[in-house]
Each structure stands twice: as C-alpha cells, then as structure tokens.
C-alpha cells in the first residue's frame, strides 16, 4: 500500500508570554521533531497526556498552522509548500473531524447545508444523491437534511460531521479526540462506523486520543506522545501488549482504571 | 421579571411610535401644512387633542408628521452607518494582522469625534441640511458597529465550525459571509436597537440647533425650538415634542437592553 501522509521530523515552536523585561524566555516547543507515516487504509493512533501535542500535529497536518521544521507531505506534495489555490484543489482529499460535536456544526445551518460545504468550497456542485447517500452511510435518515444540529443528539451530531467529513470522497480522516465528548455506548458505534468507513473507503486515518483504551481497538500503528517528543512508536499490538516505556505503561493503567469504573459504573 | 416588563414597555412605545408614523403618511386628523390665524394656541379640546400651536397647526397632525422624520432619519443613518461598520469590523476580524490593527486605530480616532462637531463642519462647508444631519450620525455610528462586529467575529472566528469550514476549503470571505455574520446578527440587531435611540436622540438634537430638519419639514427637534419663545404664553407645545422625544429613545433602549438580555445566553441562565 502506498504512503498517504508523511510526516517529515516535524516541529512546532510557540512563544512564551515574556515575563521579564531582559530575559528572554525560551520557546515552547509543542511538537518536536516527529516523524511518522499513514499508509492507505490504515490507522495511526496518536496518543499522550493533556499538552503533548497531539491536536498541534492534527493542525499541521490539516495545513491550518505550518511547521517551524519539517515538512507534511500528502501523497508526495509537500501541503505547506502549495499555493492557495493548490491548497484549496486538494483540501477534499483530506478532512477532519473534531471532538465537540455541538461546536464543529453552525447552529445556523441546516444538516444538508453543513454536509454539502466541502462540495460547494471544492466548487463541486452539491450533488442531493450524493448527499442524501452520504447521510445513509453514516446511518442518518434522508429527513433529517433540512433539520439543524440542536435537534440531534452528540452521537448524531458526530455522525453529521463524519457525513461532512467524508461527502468528497477524502483519502485520509483527521479524527482529534472525536469520541472522547460522547457516552460510553455511543462512542463505541462511532469507532464501529469510523471502522466501515474505513473498509468501504479505503480510508487513512489519523486518530488522535489520551485514551489508549479506544485507540486500541481501532489503531494499527501508534505513535506515543510526550511534551511533544515521540516516546514510541510502531504497531499499535506491539507496543499495548508490550510497552517499551515506562510512560506508555502508565498510560495503559490509566485507561484500564478508567475502563474498569466504567464498567462499575 | 423587571427585564421582561422592560421588554415589553419599550416594544410597545416602539410600536406605537412606529403605528403613528406609519398612519402619518396616509392620515392625520388635520393637514399639518394649514396655518390659521383664526386657530392659533387652542387649547385641548374634542377637535384638537392636544390643541393647537402658534401657527394654528393642529399639534396631534404635527406630532404624528414629525415621527416620520425621526424615524427615517435613524433608520438610514444607523443602516449606513451600520452596515460600513459592520464591514470594516468584519473585515478586521477576517484578516487579522496589520490590516485589523489599522482599521480599529481608525475606528478609535472616529470614537474621538463627536458628531455635533462633524455635524456643524458638513453645515458650515455644504450648509445646513437633513442630509448632512443624516451623514453627521451614519458617522457616529461607524466606529460603534467596527467594535461591536469585531468583537463579537472574533469570537465566532475560534469556533470549531468555522475550522471545519476551512478544512472544507472555504474562503475566508465564505467564511465570513457564510458562519460569522449569521452567528452576530443577534448582537448586530440588539446594538441597532440602541444604537436607533441615539439616532433619533442625535436628531432631535440636530434639528434643535438648526443643522437637521428644514422647514417645512416638521421634526420634533425643530417644535421644540420654535416652542422656546413661547415658553410663557405656551409652555405646553415645548412639552409635547419632548415627551415624544423621551418616548422614542425609551422605547428602543429598554427594547435593545430587552433583546440584548435574552440573545445573551450568560443573562438568561444568570436570571433562571
Ligand atoms: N496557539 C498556541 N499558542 C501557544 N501555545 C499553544 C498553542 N496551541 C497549543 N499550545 C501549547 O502547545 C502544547 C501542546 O498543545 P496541544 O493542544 O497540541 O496538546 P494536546 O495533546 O492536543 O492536549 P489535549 O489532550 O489537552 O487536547 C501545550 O502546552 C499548549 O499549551
Ligand atoms: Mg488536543
């Protein structure tokens, strides 16, 4: 299978607030050096405490922030490099979708409106069949297209926004913490349908989340992220059964504790 | 509650105002144009509501003519003033950089500038006029909407939606158009509101002074002029264009106050 996005020892530096007058605080670095790979249908996992970095290399890896080093390549074009133009010729082929689904969709704009945006950007015609078989697929109703996003429940709205994410076809999927603001029952059918999309599709997917428990069943590489320094990273069986860093390990144990209390729960 | 009663009180002085000046331009009990010696200064009666002035004028007809004026004048000022605003503040907010940095310098100095001031500078180059009065408070209001929708864009411009939209590929103008000024039409619509009372407020002022209104146009800023001189003989025709003068800026600040308190969601679960 080909490579779909190459991740070139990519690094992000943000300014520190100055605090004194005459020193001169060093720069956070947010994502240091992190080289990595997603090849066509396949998923990789990224995962780290709060501040590793995780939604700074999704941000560079939708081209809406550059690197300070580095570079991000989508099947061998180097996105930072593009022209608006070439930019905006080649957002369809990869989309996102966010964590908070009741702030990714306007609550001005009906479900068929939000879903038909990326077609109408790419200067597509928005397509009904198109969309009303894109709803299908995400298991909406073809009703529900005139309905806005405050109608919905979290797991419906996530479903609203993976329809928009995948109406143009893309190639890979950003997902940053996608499941993490939904219940436990709903979460797990939208890793399910995140799942066939991917088998329908063909799909790459870059999934982001502190959680190892959902990365594991749904990740076949990962990526461990510390203070943005890569920790790990490999085939996600490997490094779950065997974690080669004490970080990792205590990763694990968190999530399995969070999935023990909710099993009590 | 009180918000609520707020509310309500300044739609309906809205409403009446808006119902009499609508009703003027088919109808008035009299025709405001007829001077008559023979009628002048009546006193209340079933014929003249609230009598007549100096010229014999029926004050009800007088009154119900000059709301159009007020109306008007306010309606088209702050819409000018308004919409340039709103654009250059869009406009900051969707560039961000420089260009936001200029433009609300620019908004600042035109804070610093009273608009009396550019009212009698338009006068004194292009002579006193409606028009100029008109321009004087669409200018007022500029830099207020340059605020107010940068402001509230800005916060628009962080929101998750508008992400996706760029990741969709959107323009920043789509954007602008398509998420951000949908989402402050709320807060555009509740500054208008108040912004219509200092309109009408600015007006009045204006007229007063001679630099609005011109005769014949009638204008409750220019009534209550021409009612200073007759203070002592009849104090009533100053007290009645004032009083309408009270009513209409009540009526939109206690509707725009109203509307701001239910668009603003921390207000409403503060008050739950
Ligand atoms: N725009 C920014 N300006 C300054 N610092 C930033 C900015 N964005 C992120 N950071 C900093 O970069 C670091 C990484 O942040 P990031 O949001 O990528 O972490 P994360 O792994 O996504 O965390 P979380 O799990 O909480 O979402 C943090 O220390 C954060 O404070
Ligand atoms: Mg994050």
């Known amino acids: 299978m080909s490579v779909l996005l190459d991740i070139r020892g990519v690094t992000r530096r943000y300014p520190r607030p100055r605090k004194q007058l005459f020193h001169h605080e060093e720069a956070l670095v947010a994502v240091d050096n992190v080289t990595v790979q997603i090849t066509q249908g396949r998923t990789l996992g990224i995962v780290g405490e709060s501040g590793s970095g995780k939604s700074t290399l999704a941000r560079m890896v939708m081209a809406f922030e550059a690197p300070d080093e580095g570079e991000v390549l989508f099947e061998g074009k180097n996105i930072h490099a593009l022209g608006k133009r070439e930019l905006q010729a080649l957002r369809p082929e990869f989309q996102m979708i966010f964590q908070d689904p009741f702030g990714s969709l306007d609550p001005r704009r009906s479900v068929g409106w939000s879903v038909a945006q990326p077609l109408r950007a790419a200067g597509m015609k928005p397509d009904q069949a198109l969309i009303l078989k894109t709803l299908e697929q995400v298991g909406l109703r073809a009703a529900d297209i005139d309905r806005f996003p405050h109608e919905f429940s979290g797991g419906q709205r996530q479903r609203i926004a993976i329809a928009r994410a995948i109406v143009t076809r893309p190639k890979l999927l950003v997902a940053d913490e996608a499941v993490s603001a939904l219940d436990v029952s709903v979460r797990a059918q939208i890793l399910n ?27 076949d590489d990962l990526l461990v992220l510390r203070n943005g320094v890569v920790v790990e990273q490999g085939l996600a069986g490997d490094i779950l059964n065997n974690p080669g860093h004490e970080y990792t390990h205590t990763l694990l144990t968190a999530a399995q504790l969070e999935l023990q209390g909710e099993h009590a729960a | ?37 023979t009628q002048k200064f009546r006193p209340p009666s079933a014929d003249h509501w609230l009598g007549t002035d100096q010229l014999g004028r029926d004050v009800v007809s007088l009154l119900m003519a000059a709301s159009v004026n007020s109306l008007a004048v306010a309606f088209i000022s702050v819409g000018i003033g308004g919409s340039i605003g709103t654009a250059l503040g869009l406009t ?180 739950a």
């Open chain 2, 92 to 271: 900051a907010s969707a560039f961000g950089g420089w260009v936001e940095t200029v433009i609300m310098r620019v908004a600042d100095l035109g804070f610093a500038f009273p608009a009396l001031l550019f009212a009698i500078m338009l006068a004194a180059a292009f002579g006193p006029s409606l028009t100029n009065a008109i321009l004087a408070i669409a200018f007022i209001n500029v830099p207020i909407f340059t605020r107010v929708a940068r402001g509230a864009a800005n916060q628009i411009w962080t929101r998750d939606y508008v992400l996706a939209g760029r990741a969709a590929g959107a323009s920043q103008f789509s954007l602008t158009i398509d998420h951000v000024l949908p989402n402050i039409s709320a807060t555009l619509i509740v500054q208008a509101t108040i912004e219509f009372a200092v309109a009408i407020l600015a007006e009045a002022a204006l007229s007063y002074l001679g630099l609005g209104a011109q005769p014949p146009m009638p204008s409750w800023g220019r009534m209550l002029n021409e009612a200073q001189t007759l203070m002592y003989l009849a104090p009533q025709l100053a007290i009645y264009p004032g009083l309408c003068i009270i009513a209409a800026v009540l009526g939109f600040g206690l509707l725009g106050d109203g509307l701001r308190d239910i668009s603003d969601p921390r207000l409403a679960r503060a008050r």
């Open chain 2, 1 to 37: 509650m009180t918000r609520a009663i707020n509310l309500r009180i300044g739609a309906g002085l809205v409403l009446v105002l808006t119902v009499a000046a609508l009703l003027s331009l088919v109808w008035t009990p009299y025709d405001y144009t007829v001077l008559s010696v």
């Open chain 1, 193 to 219: 349908l995140l799942m066939d999309l991917q088998d329908e599709m063909g799909l790459g997917i870059l999934f982001i989340s502190h959680d190892l428990a959902v990365v594991s069943s749904l990740c």
